[in-house]
């Protein structure tokens, strides 16, 4: 009587006898690498790193072969299979995995699969992306993987988030909205733009689209919305030229009426914008509030208008600057003689297209010892190549209160045609 082969249906392996066979510590490796092998399609032969002498000997052993050696211990699956098929244990290794281990994972089509689901998820929202002029925006997200990242590689979860985003950036611009309120409003969720979000992250890479060197602050305010209420961003100012009904205008105009500083918030920038009436004489930017003071104080009435930046900008200080240039003033820069001068002053000049105030190699050669050292590395005046090269061969910090009387002559309106009458003038 000729005994039955356990194995002669494929689905079928002798399970028992080959458990006792390969079912041990030192082929666990081994397995694992065929597994995977396996799964993805095409293998012929695989390998572990690093073998101990068990592995290597169970494995030798199993397959009848000579001793091996080397770095990594290595096994073609055909001789694998072609060994438990003579013994009768599985018709073929795929067999044999799946009767230890579970049904095999087919890894191709499974990637086919993902694959298939994230280009749905680009392509569900590409129309309303180029409605919102943000479809290079979209590219960028599925180029760069920053989309699969904050959804944790879930395709329905990246599905939505960027759906929140779109709809977010449909209610943009505002008019100094809060952050939380537009949350509310478009997530459904007052913190769903704190900053870490990952809404709020996909929200900032479509505004900073143009400019990846603002702030988040600034960027928000670009587009009409209030981080924190937009009341602890401000800006200094003196004789600003402002005319409209407004609130904001009305507080600009009796700080003018009397030569006085003021801060202005960026919540009155942003809700209540004055009508900017700009002359033809520039309007002046400088870095310290000592300017500012000192100005007031020697010119008041007759001081020419007057922005102080109070070191890097703040978004108040560069929504302010956008709507001054966009009302087609003509704006000049000062800061102080030092490496993080210089960068404010390239990035206010870049931004903004404000000219440099004083700001030349011969202007600073020009000023007075100070005995400060600069410190830092050095930064490259866009503007005057020549000036970077001054600084470091003289190195010493001049600060804008060591030339103080030089803008102050700038700044004298009486000197430079832009009279108190003039200004109050072109104010009403």
Not at 4 to 14: A, E, I
Not at 181 to 190: E, F, N
Request: glycine share 8%; charged share 25%.
């Amino acid at each position: 009587m000729t005994r039955s082969n356990p194995c002669s249906d494929p689905l079928r392996v002798d399970l028992p006898r080959l458990k006792s066979l390969l079912d041990r510590p030192e082929l666990a490796r081994i397995l694992q690498a065929v597994r995977v092998g396996l799964e993805r399609g095409g293998a012929e032969r695989v390998s572990i790193a690093d073998p101990t002498a068990q592995e290597r000997r169970a494995l030798d052993e199993l397959l009848g072969r000579r001793p091996s050696s080397g770095k990594r211990l290595g096994l073609p699956l055909r001789q694998l299979e072609d060994t438990l098929r003579r013994a009768g244990l599985a018709q073929d290794l795929r067999a044999a995995m799946e009767g230890l281990g579970g049904p095999l994972r087919d890894l191709s089509e499974e990637r086919a699969d993902r694959q298939q689901a994230w280009r749905q998820v680009f392509d569900s929202q590409s129309v309303e992306a180029r409605r919102l002029g943000a479809a290079a925006w979209l590219l960028a997200l599925e180029a760069e993987g920053v989309l699969k990242r904050l959804a944790d590689q879930d395709p329905a979860r990246a599905e939505t988030l960027l759906r929140q985003a779109l709809s977010v950036l449909h209610c943009l611009p505002e008019q100094g909205k809060t952050l939380s309120t537009l949350a509310a409003g478009c997530l459904g969720d007052a913190h769903g733009l704190d900053a870490g979000q990952p809404v709020a992250t996909l929200v900032r890479r479509a505004l900073a689209a143009d400019d990846q060197t603002r702030s988040t602050d600034e960027l928000w305010a670009a587009a009409g919305v209030l981080v924190g209420g937009g009341i602890s961003s401000t800006v200094l100012a003196l004789n600003l030229p402002a005319a409209g009904d407004g609130a904001t205008a009305a507080i600009i105009r009796t700080a003018a009426g009397s030569g006085e500083p003021l801060y202005l918030t960026l919540r009155q920038l942003l809700r209540a914008p004055p009508v900017w009436t700009p002359g033809a004489n520039p309007i002046s930017i400088c870095e310290n509030p000592a300017v500012v003071a000192e100005a007031a104080n020697a010119l008041g009435l007759n001081c020419a208008p007057l922005i102080c930046t109070r070191g890097q900008p703040s978004a108040a200080v560069t929504t302010l600057l956008n709507q001054l240039a966009g009302a087609g003033a003509r704006l000049r820069y000062h800061g102080d003689f030092d490496w993080p001068g210089i960068r404010i002053a390239n990035g206010i000049i870049n931004r903004h297209g404000a000219v440099p105030w004083r700001m030349s190699a011969a202007d600073y050669r020009e000023a007075a010892d100070s005995g400060k050292p600069l410190i830092d590395d050095l930064v490259a005046a866009a503007w005057d190549p020549e000036l970077s090269r001054a600084m470091q061969a003289r190195g010493q910090v001049i600060e804008e209160e060591r030339v103080i009387q030089a803008l102050l002559t700038d700044l004298d309106s009486r000197a430079n045609g832009d009279s108190p009458h003039d200004r109050k003038a072109s104010c009403r």
